[in-house]
């Protein structure tokens, strides 16, 4: 059998994602220390457990309707009005995902045909550009620099768009920098935009986890609902990444294509998760803030560790991850990652995973225990001062 000839060519040419091998490194390393995986550390609050328990024991597991539960698309619906100051009809522009990676993909999806030019911008989400190549679209790198904070400037943007950019695929806060775009930043991005037919997907997983000013989206910005999609979900702030589950707004015309690829890809998304989802937006955005207080507490540490180590950190605004440089030390990021795991049994992830312009960067998840982060950082600071001989 000659599965070359057999398997999608498109499938064959993808690349594995950097940050699943430093996964599969660090899994064969017995007493490992890890940093690498943006997961929150803290249990789902107690009241979506119970709501699912609930549910469950009134056997409520039927198939939900495809774009998902009503009062969970009016939770939603009303998230979006307190929170980006902007209105989607539950009934028409909602649906419920299964987490915000399906919302991304089917977003991207429904608007990219082959040919079709999907602006990025990276350092970012290992799963973008894999998701264009398969549609048959050409990814197109958006670099940001240290230098910059790691924001997407409009003088980039305009040099990277041509008659066939189809859409801009933003991220903040971002993963793996934990940079912000404010408001006044957005706008000179959606200036460029406006009287386009270029849509915009922005992924704003972290909102909830910023530090200082609250998140800004820029489908609030005047023109820009209408060419903007946004993808959220329930994985990062609710502390819910197990119980899969996202949500995509959209304006009517581009969601009813979205849905048409959610009903044929996945039918609806976790029923009990959706019913628990409810409880999360109504009552538990208390416990959200208590742990973003908490994150935010990490990063000072995290930070100030890094800069009595040596290693220079951009200072980020949101989302649980820093992103320093390691070029003080010579090595590539994955150089300076392998050898960390091998020398002192901790693991991070080599900033090239998220694109080239990671390279020389490595990225550091806080989302782990105090005791868990001392450890690992005092691991880290021995390992520099050892290379640095």
């Known amino acids: 059998m000659n599965y070359e000839n057999i398997l ?13 091998k430093f996964f599969d490194i660090a899994a064969g390393v017995p007493d490992i220390i890890s940093l690498s995986v943006g997961e929150p550390d803290f249990k789902t609050p107690w009241a979506i457990r119970r709501e699912s328990i609930r549910i469950l024991e009134k056997g409520k597991t039927a198939y939900t309707s495809n774009s998902g539960l009503a009062p969970l ?14 209105e989607y009809k539950p009934d028409s522009e909602i649906i419920i995902t299964v987490g915000g990676s399906e919302a991304i993909d089917i977003s991207i999806r429904a608007l990219v045909n082959p040919g079709d030019e999907v602006i990025i911008v990276e350092p970012c989400f290992v799963s973008y550009s894999p998701i264009v190549e398969l549609t048959g679209g050409i990814p197109i790198s958006a670099q940001t620099r240290a230098e910059d904070n790691f924001k997407l400037t409009a003088e980039r943007l305009k040099s990277l768009i041509t008659p ?12 793996p920098t934990g940079a912000v775009m404010r408001k006044s930043e957005l706008e000179d991005i959606a200036r460029i935009l406006r009287g386009t037919d270029i849509m915009v997907i922005t992924d704003e997983i972290y909102s909830e986890l910023t530090y200082g000013e609250p998140h800004s989206s820029i489908a609030e910005l005047e023109g820009m609902r209408e060419r903007t999609i946004v993808v959220n979900g329930f994985s990062k702030a609710f502390a819910m990444t197990g119980w899969r589950l996202g949500f995509v707004a959209a304006p ?17 998304s976790p029923t009990v998760s959706q019913y628990a989802a409810i409880i ?6 208390d416990e959200v803030r208590e742990m973003a207080e908490e994150y ?34 010579g090595m590539t990021s994955q150089e300076f990652c392998k050898r960390l795991i091998e020398e002192k049994k901790v693991a991070v992830v080599p900033g090239d995973a998220f694109g080239e312009c990671g390279e020389g960067f490595v990225r550091i998840s806080y989302a782990y225990s105090m005791k868990h982060l001392t450890t690992a950082l005092n691991r880290i600071e021995e390992y520099v001062k050892e290379i640095s001989k």
């Open 164 to 175: 066939r950019t189809k859409a801009l695929m933003i991220s903040y806060p971002s993963n």
């Open 280 to 285: 999360a937006l109504n009552d538990c955005m």
């Open 296 to 329: 935010d507490n990490r990063r000072r540490f995290v930070l100030e560790r890094l800069n009595e180590i040596g290693l220079d950190c951009f200072t980020p605004e949101g989302a649980f991850y820093v992103f320093p440089s390691i070029k003080s030390t």
């Open 8 to 20: 999608s060519k498109k499938s064959l040419g993808l690349k594995p994602s950097g940050i699943r």
């Open 73 to 86: 698309r009016n939770a939603v619906s009303e998230y979006f009005k307190r929170t980006i100051h902007t």
């Open 252 to 268: 009517r015309p581009v969601a009813e294509q979205i849905l048409k690829i959610h009903q044929y890809a996945i039918m609806c």
